[in-house]
T-cell receptor, first 112, second 115 residues
C-alpha cells in the first residue's frame, strides 16, 4: 500500500521567509505525488503534481516541489511567504485503484 | 464553467439515523470520488464512481454506499450513523479519460455532525 507522511503538523514562518513543508512517501510502484492546499471552509485546490516527468515541479502561487527518489521525499517550497499562503497543505499519493492517499496535513501560519 | 458543488453545506444528525449527501460534478466530468476528512486529519478515500458504476473503494464499511446518475451527479449515503462519522465529506470530479495522474476538482464539502 502507498502512503505519505507529512513532517510537522504546524509550520510558522515570517512574511518573506522561505516556506518548506516536508512530505515523505512510501510506494511499491513508481508514485504519482500531489500537493493540495485547503483554505478555511473550502475544498482542496491542486498546487502541483509529479507524474514521472521532470523531478522539479512548478505549481501555482510560486510553489514548487522536488521529487527525490533516493530520499523518498517530495517537499514543497516557496522562496518568499505571503500572508495569503496561510492555509492547510496536504501531500498525496495515488495507488493503482484510483485511491488517493493523503497525509495528515501541515498548517502553515505566516507572521507579519 | 460551474465547479463542483455539494449540498447541504452543514448537517446535524443523531446516532442511528441515515444521511444522504449530494454532489454535482464539474461540467463534462464523468468520474466522481468521495472522501471523508475527520477534524485535524487528511481526507480518506471512500469510493469512486465512473459512468454510474463503483470503480474502487477504500476501507469503509458497507453502510457507506453511493450512486452516480446519468448526468454524473452523485450521492453518498451513510446508514446507521455513528459518532465517528462526524467529518467533512468531500466530493471530487475528474474529466473523461482520467488516469490516476489527472487532476481532481474538489467541492467545498459537507460538514456532518453526529450527536
Amino acid at each position: 500500500a502507498q502512503s505519505v507522511t507529512q513532517l510537522g503538523s504546524h509550520v510558522s514562518v515570517s512574511e518573506g521567509a522561505l516556506v518548506l513543508l516536508r512530505c515523505n512517501y512510501s510506494s511499491s510502484v513508481p508514485p504519482y505525488l500531489f500537493w493540495y492546499v485547503q483554505y478555511p471552509n473550502q475544498g482542496l485546490q491542486l498546487l502541483l503534481k509529479y507524474t514521472s516527468a521532470a523531478t522539479l515541479v512548478k505549481g501555482i502561487n510560486g510553489f514548487e516541489a522536488e521529487f527525490k527518489k533516493s530520499e523518498t521525499s517530495f517537499h514543497l517550497t516557496k522562496p518568499s511567504a505571503h500572508m495569503s499562503d496561510a492555509a492547510e497543505y496536504f501531500c498525496a499519493v495515488t495507488s493503482n485503484n484510483n485511491d488517493m492517499r493523503f497525509g495528515a496535513g501541515t498548517r502553515l501560519t505566516v507572521k507579519p | 464553467e460551474t465547479g463542483v458543488t455539494q449540498s447541504p453545506t452543514h448537517l446535524i444528525k443523531t446516532r442511528g439515523q441515515q444521511v444522504t449527501l449530494r454532489c454535482s460534478s464539474q461540467s463534462g466530468h464523468n468520474t466522481v470520488s468521495w472522501y471523508q476528512q475527520a477534524l485535524g486529519q487528511g481526507p480518506q478515500f471512500i469510493f469512486q464512481y465512473y459512468r454510474e458504476e463503483e470503480n474502487g473503494r477504500g476501507n469503509f464499511p458497507p453502510r457507506f454506499s453511493g450512486l452516480q446518475f446519468p448526468n454524473y451527479s452523485s450521492e453518498l449515503n451513510v446508514n446507521a450513523l455513528e459518532l465517528d462519522d462526524s467529518a467533512l465529506y468531500l466530493c471530487a470530479s475528474s474529466p473523461p479519460g482520467s488516469t490516476r495522474t489527472d487532476t481532481q476538482y474538489f467541492g467545498p464539502g459537507t460538514r456532518l455532525t453526529v450527536l
